[in-house]
């Protein structure tokens, strides 16, 4: 099955299916509700003047059934990127038969192909089918670091303590 799988980086016009997988994967981690995404915010941050991330799908008889987004981040230490894959999803009935481990093959070769130190992603620590698939390619888990997000109030209040004039923007 392997070999009938092609990636494909997606199209301005497949907005509304790098939606509709972004909602798949929702449902499965439960966390559907959670999603507000637009297919305009969407187009804006894969399309528009400054592109902050990149999707690619796994394709079988031209049909997607898997999706990846990812982004590149920096290693201070290594002085060179490193890209972070935010979201992996593989259509229920496609899973098993090779399609997670292509997307990732194919990330892993844009990586090297752009000189990055490293490949990085997180995953739901009950997501055991995710993370012994992950082990099995050689990934290791960096349990001594933590993840720490702000996000609505919290965001805005910090955000809000820096004037204006202050943030040097290019």
């Given at each position: 099955?392997n070999?009938?799988?092609?990636?494909?980086?997606?199209?301005?016009?497949?907005?509304?299916?790098?939606?509709?997988?972004?909602?798949?994967?929702?449902?499965?981690?439960?966390?559907?509700?959670?999603?507000?995404?637009?297919?305009?915010?969407?187009?804006?941050?894969?399309?528009?003047?400054?592109?902050?991330?990149e999707?690619?799908?796994?394709?079988?008889?031209?049909?997607?059934?898997?999706?990846?987004?990812?982004f590149?981040?920096?290693?201070?230490?290594?002085?060179?990127?490193?890209?972070?894959?935010?979201?992996?999803?593989?259509l229920?009935?496609?899973?098993?038969r090779?399609?997670?481990?292509?997307?990732?093959?194919?990330?892993?070769?844009?990586?090297?192909?752009?000189?990055?130190?490293?490949?990085?992603?997180?995953?739901?620590?009950?997501?055991?089918?995710?993370?012994?698939?992950?082990?099995?390619?050689g990934?290791?888990?960096?349990?001594?670091?933590?993840?720490?997000?702000?996000?609505?109030?919290?965001?805005?209040?910090l955000?809000r303590?820096?004037?204006?004039?202050?943030?040097?923007?290019?």
């Amino acid at each position: 099955m392997n070999t009938d799988i092609i990636i494909r980086p997606a199209r301005e016009t497949d907005i509304p299916r790098v939606l509709g997988f972004i909602r798949e994967l929702a449902r499965y981690e439960r966390l559907e509700h959670e999603v507000i995404a637009t297919e305009d915010d969407l187009r804006e941050a894969l399309f528009g003047a400054r592109r902050y991330a990149e999707v690619a799908f796994a394709c079988v008889d031209s049909e997607p059934v898997g999706f990846m987004l990812y982004f590149h981040n920096f290693s201070t230490f290594r002085g060179r990127p490193g890209i972070y894959l935010e979201d992996l999803f593989v259509l229920p009935q496609m899973r098993g038969r090779g399609v997670g481990r292509r997307l990732l093959e194919w990330l892993a070769g844009i990586a090297l192909e752009r000189r990055c130190a490293r490949l990085e992603w997180a995953v739901l620590d009950w997501n055991a089918p995710s993370i012994a698939f992950y082990e099995s390619l050689g990934a290791v888990p960096l349990d001594e670091w933590r993840t720490f997000r702000l996000t609505g109030a919290a965001l805005e209040r910090l955000g809000r303590q820096s004037r204006p004039d202050s943030r040097g923007r290019p």
